[in-house]
């Protein structure tokens, strides 16, 4: 048993797990956000009812949330590879410094207190879904992507609050990339790969900022969910993979059926949600 659960609960809570993953894949898909907004909040509720510290809860839901991103984020941007809706020359141009910026939120991740990874999350998705509920098409930077230090800063960013959060980065790329112009559909595209160049770094990185927390919380490496590696839950993320990466495709075809506003508005509603779970945890410290 897991912390004191019993056989029935320990039933209930991998049910929940693949039925996560179904609904990550599925949004992954939809959003082309990889998953994580949705993952790391139910994750956090799976961590919670097995019993890990509170301490390494919110992290642990991070780094389990990139390790998960990384075959959904692949099936899902060859899915909108294949409509034509991924633009290849921005993923290019932003590799180098969103490589970067996982690098630095990883080693944050080693050092920062719990409460950290929340406020980002509740500050960055609030902000993301006012902008798709009530933003306007004359709401704009400029008419295309900017090229040089800019467009460098901006993958920088990216990467080191995708890191912080979970996500592969959709939320921000999808923002910045409507921001200036683009249309929503190769937004969400674009955003699919660059969950894979988050995604696979970042979950590496949460493995090597994770190991000061083993030493800290030997029940956590030692089978609190079992078989953690480092910030990583490799049970978490083998019940969440499969479901997810049958669903993506789905999530692809629905979001190319949607018509823009729709898919904007189902976007925002859906971060409020997800948010609220940690706004509430940072207001009450649980």
Known sequence: MIAGLSVPELI????????TGALAGFLSGLFGIGGGAVLVPVLYECFR????????RMPLCIGTSLAI???TSIRSWRGHARRGSVDMTVLKRWALPVLVGVI????????????LFKYVFVVVAWSAAVRMLFGKDSWRLGDDLPKGPLMQAYGVGIGLLSTL?????GLF??????????????????????????????????????????????EVAALQLPFALGYISIIGALLVMPTSLL????????AHLLPKRK????????????????????ATGH
């Open 12 to 19: 209930e809570l991998a049910v929940l797990l693949v039925a």
């Open 49 to 56: 009812i097995a019993g890990v510290p509170l301490d390494v």
């Open 69 to 71: 991103i990384i075959p």
């Open 104 to 115: 630095l939120g990883s080693v944050i991740a080693r050092y920062a207190p719990e409460r």
């Open 165 to 169: 959060m979970g996500i592969g980065g």
């Open 173 to 218: 790329s999808n923002l910045l990339m409507t921001f200036y112009s683009r249309p929503i559909h190769q937004a969400i595209g674009t955003s699919a790969g660059l969950a894979v160049l988050i995604s696979i770094p970042g979950a590496l990185g949460y493995v090597y900022a994770g190991w000061p927390a083993a030493a800290r919380f030997p």
């Open 247 to 254: 669903v993506a495709p789905l999530g692809v075809r629905v």
């Open 263 to 282: 898919l904007e508005i189902a976007f925002g509603i859906y971060l409020l949600i997800v948010s609220s779970r940690f706004a509430v945890s940072v």
